[in-house]
Structure formats: C-alpha cells, structure tokens
C-alpha cells in the first residue's frame, strides 16, 4: 500500500473536488462559478499531490509549453467568464498534456474484468489501440 503524506492527502481531496466541480459545472450548462471553483480546485490539488517544484517543472517543460498553454489559457478563460471557450481549450490542453500518459490507462482498464473484456470487443479494440503507444496491437490467436 502506498503511503501518502498528509499535504498529498490533502492534495487528493481537492482535486477530486475539483473534478467533482468540473463535472456539476458541465451538466448545470456551464455554470461560471463552478467551473472556475473546479479549475482553482483542481491546479491546487495537483500542486498538494506532487509538490509546487514538481508541477511547475510539469507544466512549464519546453516540449509541453504548447499544452500548457492550452490547458492554463483555458483556466484563465473560465475565470474570466467564457466558460465554453475556456473549457473547449482545457480539453484539449488536458489530452496534450497527458497523451503519453493514456496507453498506461488504458492497458491497466484492459486487466479489470469487465471493462477489460469491453475494450477487447473487435470494433472498440481498434479504437482503443492509440497509436502513441509505441507498438501495435497483438491479435489473440
């Protein structure tokens, strides 16, 4: 089991709040306050998570500077008051930002039973194949 320090479980309150944020803001047709509570929520949270060195060093590397932008322009944009907008930027930012991260996703939901024999069907198992991985997929025989 891992061991989390107190700041880090901290962390992991607020980012779950403000993944929770996020999502009510969303499904109450974007309501500003909401979304801008969730994003402030959510950047704070990480920082509890991984430490403020680490996330600036996260967010703020040359080859991520583009995604970044994106993803912090469109926080900035929420906060301001056009929340569509400032979302539609987010996304993609987010998908930047953690697209090496999604093949270790999605290869760990293919281990979960149910969701992993999901993910296995012929038409999902071509979509669910992202080509960022490196490899491609093996056929079971």
């Known amino acids: 089991m891992i ?3 107190d700041s880090q479980k901290i962390g992991m309150g607020l980012t779950g709040f403000g993944v929770f944020f996020l ?12 979304l801008a509570i969730g ?14 060195e680490r996330t600036f060093r996260f967010f703020f ?16 944009i929420v906060l301001i008051g056009w929340p569509i907008v400032g979302v539609l930027l987010e996304i993609y930012g987010f ?8 093949p270790v996703v999605v290869g ?9 024999a999901l993910l296995n069907l012929p038409f999902i198992s071509s979509v669910s194949a992202l080509p960022s991985c490196g490899h491609a997929p ?4």
């Open 39 to 52: 994003n402030v929520f959510f950047v704070v949270g990480l920082a509890f998570v991984i430490g403020l």
């Open 95 to 102: 998908f930047l930002l953690f697209r090496g991260f999604f």
């Open 138 to 141: 093996q056929k079971i025989q």
């Open 23 to 34: 999502f009510f803001g969303m499904i109450l047709f974007f309501d500003k306050p909401l």
């Open 61 to 76: 590397q040359r080859h991520k500077l583009k995604a970044s932008s994106f993803f912090l322009g469109g926080v900035l």
């Open 3 to 5: 061991s989390l320090t």
């Open 108 to 116: 760990f939901i293919r281990r979960i039973p149910v969701l992993g």
